[in-house]
Each structure stands twice: as C-alpha cells, then as structure tokens.
Nanobody, 118 residues
Framework: QVQLVESGGGLVQPGGSLRLSCAAS????????MGWYRQVPGKQRELVAA???????NYADFVKGRFTISRDNARKTVYLQMNTLKLEDTGVYYC????????????WGQGTQVTVSS
C-alpha cells in the first residue's frame, strides 16, 4: 500500500506564494528520490524540481531562484516552496518518488491544481 498525497495547491495572484506538500506512506522514504512535476493541457509532464535521499537538488531553469524543494524524512514529506509565482506556473503539480537503484520503480501522487491568476 503505497501512497503519495499532495496538498497545498490553490488560486494565487501573480507574485504570490504557495507551499506544496507531499506526504508518503508505504515506502522507505529516506532512500527514495523525490520530485515535483507539472502538467499543462497539450504539453508533456515536465520536471520542476527533484531531491535525492542525500539532499542533492535539481531545478528546471524556469523555476530557479523562485522555487525551493526540501524534504523531512522524519515526517516522510517533501515540500515545494513556490515564490514569485507567474501566470505560466499554472498547472497540475504531481509528486513522484523513485528508486535510482531500481529502474522502472516509481510512484505518483494524484496531483494538486495550482492556478496563478489576477
């Protein structure tokens, strides 16, 4: 029984902030690489940010300097702090966990809607 549950999405004005959370269960969280992905209708799902079990991070160019990914292994939760939000940040944000040592093994959350609008 593996679950990734996102929360924190909503409607926000341009320039505003949101913090997304993804709570995991049913996995040894500390050894999983965790990531946030975004999907917009008509576009492929794209990586926003990722963090390894050791804390190394990677960001898409379009969010660098504005978003921060972090994790709390004790709470089995990964976060995405989103600042200075732009209209083009709108989309469904998905949480993903995978094991780098085991190809093809990954899990996805149901997604949370982020809408940036005036």
């Amino acid at each position: 029984q593996v679950q990734l549950v996102e929360s924190g999405g909503g409607l926000v004005q341009p320039g505003g902030s949101l913090r997304l959370s993804c709570a995991a269960s049913g996995i040894i969280f500390s050894i999983y690489r965790m990531g946030w992905y975004r999907q917009v209708p008509g576009k492929q799902r794209e990586l926003v940010a990722a963090i390894t079990g050791g804390g190394a991070t990677n960001y898409a160019d379009f969010v660098k300097g504005r978003f921060t990914i972090s994790r709390d292994n004790a709470r089995k939760t990964v976060y995405l702090q989103m600042n200075t939000l732009k209209l083009e940040d709108t989309g469904v944000y998905y949480c993903r966990g995978d094991l780098p040592q085991m190809n093809g093994l990954d899990y996805w959350g149901q997604g949370t809607q982020v809408t940036v609008s005036s």
